[in-house]
């Protein structure tokens, strides 16, 4: 079984910045494409970012050039660091990870979740 683990939110007032951070735990074999997604109330889950295990990012349109997400491999963990918070962003924000088992078996978990409150 594998544990996200996120930490980082809080409140914060528009055009200020947040990081978030995701560390990964349990038994895998490796981790393969980390992301972050958004839950507003009322909304659908989005995925906002994701970053391959070779570095590879990609981010949907509305967070392109504020968000940036990274990860270090050695410790299992994906960062998110938001600048330029805008009120819309307020969401609980979920760590996502694509991981491979020991028996080559995929599986996709998400965290608990942080909430991320901006104040206009």
């Known amino acids: 079984q594998v544990q996200l683990v996120e930490s980082g939110g809080g409140l914060v007032r528009a055009g200020g910045s947040l990081r978030l951070s995701c560390a990964a735990s349990?038994?895998?074999?490796?981790?393969?494409?980390m992301g972050w997604g958004r839950q507003a109330p009322g909304k659908q889950r989005e995925l906002v970012a994701t970053i391959t295990e070779g570095g590879t990012t990609s981010y949907v349109d509305g967070v392109k050039g504020r968000f940036t997400i990274s990860r270090d491999n050695a410790k299992n963990t994906a960062y998110l660091q938001m600048n330029n918070l805008k009120p819309e962003d307020t969401a609980v924000y979920y760590c996502?990870?694509?991981?491979?088992?020991?028996?080559?078996?995929?599986?996709?978990?998400w965290g608990q979740g942080t909430q991320v409150t901006v104040s206009a």
């Open positions: 349990g038994s895998m074999f490796s981790i393969n494409t």
């Open positions: 996502n990870a694509q991981v491979t088992a020991y028996s080559r078996s995929k599986s996709v978990y």
